[in-house]
């Protein structure tokens, strides 16, 4: 729907006729001339949303990196002034149904700070490299599944499951219900296009096997971040069961999701840009690691997984580049915006993996930076390096124009990436074919 001026707030720049109209499908496939657009004409604009909540874009990165640190933005959606917030209308469907909603995106200091800490334990740089076999061992067993036959959808059997599988392993899922998981998060990501009562049964499911699994490791506790909660709840951090439960949904949600549009944007650009493929497969072929870091980099900015911070409300007056915030508006940063904006980054609009200057705003900025940003960048560069070594001529099966995204207001993927590439003659990891000797 187009965007449109609102006549009680002089100081929101209104839109002419020249403006582009936001979030219809079009827009969705490439919001990046329409953001260019607010940036130049209206960067910080309110605006009326698909569903129907108002709320202010911030287009422009030195706006948006104020905005994700400023301490009047609050992550509690009781703040928020008009009567949407209570129907579940900003938020994660179901959440708020099914009692899922104090997690480290809805709340504010003092709180955040206590569980953040508690969580941050599980991802430190040890733990997480403590990982990287783990990771490596999922992503070879994923390709051996479709390597062979020369064609694959790289996000429904790669993208998708990758993250699941490895979340799952961290919060202490067994393997024998970790498919429930993956059907559960399946109905969650393809809310966009569906209806969102399955998207709230399926968080509801998600919540009481989370709760039953809470109880069943009180009792056998191990090394996984779950049971790492439970030891800190019984050592004196006051972390209710809600909380917990609460915790480890959020763990999920935002680690699986962000992670499977990193791998899925990420191998996108770079079919669409040939020359920095070879680049990086190059690089990798030599056993190199610096294009690889950079490039991880590069693609959560040139397109990355979010492509709007969630959600945060004015709890006093405060400016964003010059345009009064009231209280009670919430406020949504245009992470996709900002990470392309000219001000801050030379030539924009080019993929350009050797990129050193580059303090891009895709995992956030301030006290609610992503607390799972070492996985997800673990995952993408195991998952990338990966790909262009085991299937060198990796190519779209479709042109880009038919391809999909997926709706919705936060996160940016697609729906899915079908590619082709010689088949593999054999797994490299199966076991040597038996000697008829």
């Not at 490895?166 to 498919?179: S, W």
């Not at 900002?338 to 609009?349: I, L, W």
């Amino acid at each position: 729907m187009p965007a449109q001026p609102d006549s009680a707030r002089p100081a929101a720049a209104p839109l002419d006729a020249s403006a582009p109209q936001l979030f219809t499908w079009e827009f969705a496939a490439d919001p990046y001339p329409a953001y260019a657009w607010l940036r130049e004409h209206a960067p910080v604009h309110r605006t009326t949303l698909p569903s129907g909540v108002e709320a202010w874009l911030v287009t422009r990165y030195a706006d948006a990196r104020q905005a994700l640190a400023d301490g009047r933005l609050s992550k509690n959606p009781a703040h928020h002034s008009e009567q949407a917030h209570r129907t579940g209308r900003v938020g994660i469907p179901g959440e708020r149904q099914a009692d899922l909603m104090t997690h480290l995106l809805n709340i504010d200091p003092p709180d955040h700070t206590r569980l953040r800490r508690l969580v941050s334990k599980a991802f430190t740089p040890r733990r997480v490299a403590e990982f990287e076999p783990r990771v490596q061992q999922l992503t070879d067993r994923l390709i051996d599944g479709f390597a062979q036959r020369g064609s694959a959808d790289l996000i429904h059997e790669f993208a998708f499951p990758l993250p699941i599988y490895a979340i799952c392993d961290m919060l202490g899922v067994p393997a024998e219900d970790q498919d429930d998981f993956r059907d559960w998060a399946g109905m969650m990501i393809r809310h966009g296009g569906g209806q969102r009562g399955g998207v709230g049964r399926a968080v509801k499911r998600m919540r009481a096997y989370l709760l039953e699994l809470i109880h069943r490791k009180r009792a056998d506790l191990g090394d996984d971040l779950i049971s790492g909660l439970i030891r800190a709840s019984d050592h004196g951090e006051h972390l209710t069961e809600n909380e917990a439960a609460a915790m480890a949904f959020i763990l999920l949600f935002a680690g699986f999701e962000t992670t499977v549009n990193l791998i899925g944007n990420g191998t996108y650009a770079l079919l669409r840009n040939p020359e920095q493929r070879r680049l990086l497969q190059e690089s990798v072929a030599r056993g190199e690691r610096g294009l690889l870091d950079t490039g991880i980099e590069e693609l959560l900015r040139y397109d990355g997984p979010v492509e709007l911070a969630t959600w945060r409300f004015a709890t006093r007056p405060l400016a964003i580049g010059g345009v009064d915030i009231p209280v009670g508006d919430p406020v949504l940063v245009v992470l996709a915006a900002a990470d392309r904006d000219p001000a801050r980054f030379a030539d924009e609009n080019t993929l350009d993996l050797a990129r050193t200057d580059n303090p891009h705003l895709g995992f956030g900025h301030g006290i609610h930076y992503c607390i799972g940003a070492p996985l997800a960048r673990l995952e993408g560069r195991a998952a990338l390096a990966t790909l262009l070594s085991r299937l060198p001529d990796l190519r779209l099966a479709e042109s880009p124009e038919n391809l999909r995204w997926r709706g919705g207001l936060i996160m940016r993927g697609l729906r899915e990436l079908p590619v082709e590439f010689t088949p593999e003659s054999r797994s490299p990891h199966a076991p040597p074919a038996a000697s008829t000797r």
